[in-house]
């Protein structure tokens, strides 16, 4: 435990700002820390609980569903190698273990071969963000707040790594291709509708030129 404790403070000290900055936010809309809480307990992604803020306002079903298969499609590929180590756990282990699969989770948990490592930094890991989420809520329902700018702040921490990423690999096929479709699925459809269409182009596109990018890893 103590392990997993220490592995994981970086996470928490990341997940506790964007969790209050997202209770924040999600409080404004009118939603008390109830909301907060069980959005992180069953939805528990950062980018997409910042999404169903604005989708909550009236977005269809089919809308909602396909937004968050292209929002967390990445989870696809981070489950494909995990298959042999999580084939360790049994039961309701094995499907919380495989649910809280989040990108600073899969980069703790993705060279350990221990079961119950994996599963500690998995529910730490989620209690900072629920916590965070509550507290953000919590403080925005007492406490007066101008909350311009603090649904900026995953956008803040995606070009964050974006930059990092740019500088630290050789291969920019994936970042440009990315930049790309965006800002032409944002040029013809529009900024109310664009991002459906960007995350199936980039798939797609990425896909085609799989062969490519291999060769340039």
Known sequence: MTRALRDTIPVMTGYMVLGIGFGILLSTKGYNALWAAAMGLMIYSGTMQFVDIDLFAGATLGTTALTA???SARHLFYGLTMIERYEKFHGLKKFYAIYALTDETYSLVC????ADYCLLVSAMNQS????????GALLGQ???F???????????????ICVDQWFNSE??????TGFAASVLCLIVFGAENFLIPSMLLITAT???LRGRIDKNV
Do not use: K, R
């Not at 291969?171 to 440009?176: E, G, K, V, Y």
């Open 146 to 160: 101008n909350s311009e700018g603090i649904d900026f702040a995953l956008t803040a921490l995606f070009v964050t």
């Open 111 to 114: 060279e350990s071969d221990d």
């Open 142 to 144: 007492v406490l007066p």
């Open 206 to 208: 990425l896909f085609a």
């Open 69 to 71: 298969l292209m929002v």
């Open 171 to 176: 291969n920019h096929i994936p970042a440009l």
């Open 128 to 135: 900072y963000w629920l916590i965070g989420g509550v507290i």
